[in-house]
T-cell receptor
Framework: GENVEQHPSTLSVQEGDSAVIKCTYSDSASNYFPWYKQELGKGPQLIIDIRSNVGEKKDQRIAVTLNKTAKHFSLHITETQPEDSAVYFCAATLDKIIFGKGTRLHILP | GAVVSQHPSRVICKSGTSVKIECRSLDFQATTMFWYRQFPKQSLMLMATSNEGSKATYEQGVEKDKFLINHASLTLSTLTVTSAHPEDSSFYIC??????????FGPGTRLLVL
């Protein structure tokens, strides 16, 4: 079955700097890759997604890149702000969603 | 759009009792709903998938007689934890899909079994 690896598990960046979270997946048939943000005590919130026929997608300060050949995809957050502090999960989808283990992002003032 | 609600948000119950958690899609029809469990500082673990009007499909290791799932309408699914025990204490999260790839998650229900 599909396996998703996510790195790093914890990331601290200075406010205003960029943050990058990387994921790899094992099943080349996976074709949909959402990213979720989860704040403490809340459910995950979809922040951006990308499909396998696209290499990059951007939404304001958030971008996702996908390399199908290497089977890895990344989340990029630019100009980080305190409200970006949360746990971020990547996921790969074929017949069901498989989540990475999450990255706890701390934005330092 | 794509709002999913859960009720209750928190519940405390005594060991041996049953607890029902509701998951509703507020502004779309959810042909498929999913139930997840999340332990502190861990990822989401899929428990079961339910399609409206049919029996839920449970993941390996999840007891279907303990975690009863009903998806009676296109906007409502319920998870009942039967004869709850302290080890069932967890954060339970539902998600819903309108048939597409994207799942929209509810805010979660924190269950504490004493």
């Amino acid at each position: 079955g599909e396996n998703v690896e996510q790195h790093p598990s914890t990331l601290s960046v200075q406010e205003g700097d960029s943050a990058v979270i990387k994921c790899t997946y094992s099943d080349s048939a996976s074709n949909y890759f959402p990213w979720y943000k989860q704040e403490l005590g809340k459910g995950p919130q979809l922040i951006i997604d990308i499909r396998s026929n696209v290499g990059e997608k951007k939404d304001q300060r958030i971008a996702v890149t996908l390399n199908k050949t290497a089977k890895h995809f990344s989340l990029h957050i630019t100009e980080t702000q305190p409200e970006d502090s949360a746990v971020y999960f990547c996921a790969a989808t074929l017949d069901k969603i498989i989540f990475g283990k999450g990255t706890r992002l701390h934005i330092l003032p | 759009g794509a709002v999913v609600s859960q009720h209750p948000s928190r519940v405390i119950c005594k060991s041996g009792t049953s607890v029902k958690i509701e998951c509703r899609s507020l502004d779309f029809q959810a042909t498929t709903m999913f139930w997840y469990r999340q332990f502190p500082k861990q990822s989401l673990m899929l428990m079961a998938t339910s399609n409206e009007g049919s029996k839920a499909t449970y993941e390996q290791g999840v007891e279907k007689d303990k975690f009863l799932i009903n998806h009676a309408s296109l906007t409502l699914s319920t998870l009942t934890v039967t004869s709850a025990h302290p080890e069932d204490s967890s954060f339970y999260i539902c998600s819903a899909s309108d048939g597409g790839e994207t799942q929209y998650f509810g805010p979660g229900t924190r269950l504490l079994v004493l």
